[in-house]
């Protein structure tokens, strides 16, 4: 069996597995609220609802860990099987560098009040700049390709 079939089977059963941890989720949430008298998820007691999600995060939690390293595992050995796959992900992966690298530099360290009476660092600050910058070049690139792609299918090639 390839490993890709085996992926496929591994990934329908995290699917259902997540399907019925909601269900479980939502069915226990509800249960405590109609125990308790509230009719808001939100106005459930913390210690209540902590020991109904706590065990559920921890799973979900253990999943999520599971399904990264198996796709780690998929793209790894599909690279190792295709070493010419390797230069072109090498240089995707140091071209989104180079544009965190752009970000950085071009965004602004301020220290700024947040609603809740906090403040955001002059550092945390400037990883939002290099984030939003980051955005927006890559979004205008892909804007721009999708543009020129439409230009291309107009002219005829």
Same mark, same amino acid.
């Given at each position: ?7 496929s ?19 226990? &949430?509800?249960? +405590? ?9 939100? =106005?459930? /007691? @913390?210690?209540?609802? !902590? ?45 989104? &560098?180079?544009? +965190? ?9 301020? =220290?700024? /009040? @947040?609603k809740?009476? !906090?403040?955001?660092?002059a ?35």
């Amino acid at each position: 069996m390839k490993i890709s079939k085996i992926l496929s089977y591994v990934v329908l059963g995290v699917g259902i597995l997540g399907v019925l941890l909601w269900y479980v989720m939502g069915s226990s &949430i509800s249960g +405590l609220m109609d125990q308790n008298g509230v009719s808001e998820p939100r =106005e459930l /007691p @913390l210690e209540i609802a !902590e020991s109904s999600v706590t065990p559920l995060y921890s799973l979900t939690l253990v999943i999520f860990i599971v399904t990264i390293v198996v796709t780690l595992f998929a793209v790894f050995s599909t690279m190792a099987k295709n070493p010419g796959s390797l230069k072109n992900t090498v240089i995707g992966i140091v071209a989104f &560098i180079v544009v +965190l690298g752009i970000g950085y530099v071009l965004a602004d360290g301020v =220290e700024t /009040p @947040l609603k809740d009476g !906090e403040v955001l660092s002059a550092g945390g600050s400037k990883l939002v700049g290099m984030g939003l910058y980051a955005f927006y070049f890559l979004a205008a690139v892909a804007v721009g390709l999708m543009f020129l792609s439409g230009v291309k299918k107009l002219i005829g090639k």
